[in-house]
């Protein structure tokens, strides 16, 4: 029963099918209480998807980028301004 249910939160389901999950449903407490847990899990899978792409990229000025980049090749080991002989 588990796929049907999987099936119902993703596309609708033939009569036959939806009749018979309808039907399985109302006998299985165990099933319903599935079905509770899946469908909040699906509404929270959802929000949190929404809520990731609305929000907007932050981006470093150019003279932020610019200061990283010095800092970066300053304590870089291999860096072009350090001898060979000093490692």
């Excluded at 309808?22 to 209480?33: D, G, P, Q, S, Y």
């Amino acid at each position: 029963m588990s796929l049907g249910q999987s099936d119902a939160l993703e596309r609708p389901l033939p009569a036959s099918k939806r009749a018979g999950l309808w039907i399985h449903l109302h006998l299985c407490a165990f099933c319903r209480r599935y079905t509770r847990q899946i469908q909040c899990r699906h509404r929270a899978a959802h929000e949190s998807a929404d809520s990731l792409t609305d929000r907007t990229p932050v981006g470093l000025d150019r003279a932020a980028h610019g200061r990283m980049k010095k800092q970066m090749r300053e304590h870089t080991p291999w860096s072009r301004t350090t001898p060979i002989s000093a490692y």
